[in-house]
């Protein structure tokens, strides 16, 4: 399995896990199986990226399980996620739409103290993506500055 072939199949349990069909242990072997074909990844950066990703997917995983009776934890969570990754719009637009996710999931958080801790390890991926954004914007901007010299 490459990286992308990862993201897509990433997005498919994700899709499982929103869809709500699917039981916790298929979930889990959908995560366990993720895991393993994707061993054969040793890029650095790919390979932290999948790191990252399936820690944040086992922990949505588990807060499927648990789902709050107040509000559904992991729809909110999936959906904030989604939003946030899409490649769509201009680097500023994809930092503006991180940074509103990671406030929905924080406030999420705020109001959901049992599952906070795994739904605060869910932004972890995105505030690595809002790190990398920020820096292709920085340099963006400096190009643009020094072309305009």
């Known amino acids: 399995m490459n990286y992308d072939e990862f993201n897509t199949e990433y997005a498919r349990v994700l899709d499982k896990i929103k869809s709500g069909r699917s039981t916790w242990s298929e979930l889990s072997g959908h995560v366990t199986r993720l895991r393993q074909a994707t ?3 040793t890029s650095p950066v790919e390979r932290t990226q999948i790191d990252h990703d399936l820690a944040a997917l ?11 009776d107040k ?3 992991w729809t909110i969570t999936s959906e904030a ?5 899409s490649q769509e719009g201009t680097v500023a637009d994809r930092i503006a739409r991180i ?7 924080s406030a999420l958080a705020d109001r959901n103290p049992d599952e906070r801790d795994a739904l ?6 995105l505030r690595i993506l809002h790190a990398s954004l920020q820096s ?3 340099a963006e ?3 643009a500055a020094a072309a305009a010299r």
Not at 81 to 85: D, G, L, Q, V, Y
């Open 99 to 105: 940074e509103t996710s990671i406030g929905e999931i």
């Open 58 to 68: 086992s922990q949505m995983v588990d807060m499927s399980r648990r789902t709050n």
């Open 81 to 85: 996620i989604r939003r946030a990754s």
């Open 136 to 138: 292709s914007l920085r």
């Open 71 to 73: 509000e559904d934890v």
């Open 39 to 41: 061993t054969g990844i």
């Open 141 to 143: 901007e400096a190009e």
């Open 120 to 125: 605060m390890q869910s932004t972890s991926t």
